[in-house]
């Protein structure tokens, strides 16, 4: 024993100690075990890896061959498990696209027949059909790598599929009419000669993307929910892992005909911008520019209204009177996103054509839907007030009843000028883009209401703006509560403890004394004549 190690001698030939001393059988026998770290040997993968090297040759070849043998596994020993090895293939290399130029497909005595405008334009007009061939390339395998499998292997049901993928049979043909308008339009050398008048004739057949466009809000969220089922998430994933994807997601392929519909009339301006200005093609090349901006215009009006419908569907009341009627007459959501109130608290907040929707994301049977904060403010009551940096603390009342709170950035606030809503909110951006973005937004939103809509403010007992303005004015030096906000104001429950005890002095000619009223949530003055 050496250490903790054991080594066990087998029988074998005798020993003969007949020419070793006793001396030496003495040190051999009488030895103290060592507790001497020794140093393990490497491990030994190969025979060959213990055979010096050599400048023999047969040496080296024998050396060789064992290696080979080891790395088949017919060199290994009997007692060892036998492993396949089996050679590691990497990832296969994505498919490249073909980019060849229209100039690279001439020789040089084509090359030196057209001047340098007519290389650029017929380059103009070649990326215009490489590009549908592309786009046609890409709604196939969509369609026969993604739906087909899917429905065939019943990883999703074909409702949920039409309702992703749309109606690409219908989109396939289209763009392979342009590719034939133009191969028959392409003379002898290559080159186009007149292609206004083709893409003019074809180009109001893009309103078929109208519904496809409409409905991406959509689709784009159901897919997110399939993508919780580890059948799809497992498919999905081995898609994106082939070369036909180039790397690309399924929604990649899904969102490729929106953004080829905003290319053409950067593609038609190209052309033109190298057309010479006495050629036929102009006149037809500027009216298929019109052509295409009034379809792309419809398609966004679209898409907008469906988008606003998608997030007034989503939308919960607690109350059905915070409901307003006004709801049913937005037709544009103007902006939306995530801010923050003055106590910290995360919103969602919903700027419609005609409302400004405060709302708390939640979640309902596996339903996203937002839940309504406050009542719905209308755009024409709304007051905007941008704040510097710095003039409103932030933070919730607990932190801020032991500190001095936080200096805010990238602030503004929203007042209704309704007494009957009450309510002002200062809100809070990430940065100073989205507020600038946010402004905009309101500011753009609180004009065009038409001011024939906008009605006298005046309170619920009839009085005008500036009468209340005087009276509150009086009521000060009774009353005073601080914090116009909404988000400074504290909760019922605890307003009413910091009252109890507290004895209103009565105003002059009245044998009664002031009471609150909290109901509907809004703060009220009372007064009440003894008897």
Not at 59 to 68: A, D, H, K
Not at 258 to 270: A, D, F, G
Not at 489 to 494: K, Q
Request: aromatic share 6%; proline share 5%.
């Amino acid at each position: 024993r050496r250490g903790s190690s054991f080594t066990f001698l087998t029988p074998g030939t005798p020993w003969d100690f007949s020419l070793v001393s006793s001396r030496t059988l003495f040190h051999f026998f009488s030895q103290e075990p060592n507790n001497k770290r020794v140093r393990p040997l490497s491990r030994v993968s190969s025979l060959a890896n213990l055979i010096s090297p050599s400048k023999n040759g047969a040496v080296r070849r024998f050396g060789q061959t064992i290696q080979s043998m080891s790395m088949r596994g017919d060199g290994k020993s009997p007692g060892a498990p036998l492993k396949a090895c089996s050679k590691v293939v990497g990832p296969t290399p994505p498919k490249r696209r073909n980019s060849t130029l229209w100039s690279e497909t001439l020789d040089v005595h084509q090359k030196s027949t057209f001047s340098t405008k007519e290389i650029k334009r017929q380059e103009a007009i070649h990326e215009l059909s490489r590009g549908e061939h592309d786009l046609i390339e890409d709604l196939q395998v969509a369609r026969k790598a993604y739906h087909d499998p899917m429905l065939k292997l019943s990883i999703m049901t074909e409702e949920e599929l039409t309702q992703i993928f749309g109606d690409l049979d219908a989109y396939i043909p289209l763009h392979e009419d342009l590719l034939d308008k133009l191969a028959k339009g392409t003379s002898s050398d290559g080159t186009v000669g007149q292609i206004g008048q083709i893409v003019m004739d074809w180009l109001p057949g893009l309103n078929a993307y109208r519904d496809y466009c409409s409905h991406q809000l959509a689709a784009k969220a159901l897919l997110d929910q399939k993508k919780q089922d580890r059948r799809v998430q497992d498919f999905l994933q081995r898609c994106l892992e082939s070369p036909f994807s180039r790397k690309l997601d399924l929604w990649s392929f899904l969102d490729i005909p929106r953004s080829r519909l905003v290319k053409y009339p950067l593609l038609l301006r190209e052309i033109l911008r190298h057309t010479p200005p006495e050629h036929a093609d102009v006149p037809h090349l500027e009216k298929a520019i019109t052509i295409i901006q009034g379809v792309l215009s419809d398609i966004n009006t679209r898409k907008g209204e469906s988008e606003c419908q998608y997030y007034i569907d989503k939308l919960e009341y607690l109350d059905d009177r915070q409901r307003d009627p006004l709801i049913d007459h937005c037709k544009t959501l103007l902006c939306h996103g995530e801010l923050r109130n003055k106590s910290g608290s995360k919103l969602h907040v919903f700027l419609f054509s005609e409302l400004l929707v405060l709302t708390r994301p939640v979640t309902r049977n596996e339903r996203s839907c937002f839940q309504v904060y406050r009542q719905p403010l209308p755009v024409r009551d709304l007051a905007l007030e941008d704040l510097q940096d710095g003039d409103v603390r932030m933070g919730g009342s607990f932190r801020g009843a032991f500190s001095q709170g936080e200096k805010a950035k990238n602030v503004f606030r929203v007042t209704s000028l309704d007494p009957s809503h009450g309510q002002s909110h200062t809100l809070q951006v990430n940065d100073i883009f989205h507020k600038q973005q946010w402004l905009n937004c309101l500011r753009s939103a609180i004009a065009a209401q038409p001011q024939q809509q906008r009605a006298p403010v005046r309170d619920r007992r009839g009085v005008s703006e500036g009468t209340a303005m005087t009276r509150a004015k009086r009521r000060a030096s009774v009353v005073s509560v601080e914090g116009a906000d909404e988000n400074d104001c504290p909760r019922i429950a605890d307003l009413s403890q910091g009252l109890k005890g507290t004895e209103m002095l009565p105003r002059s000619g009245s044998s009664g004394k002031m009471k609150r009223d909290w109901s509907h949530g809004s703060l009220q003055r009372r007064k009440e004549t003894g008897v």
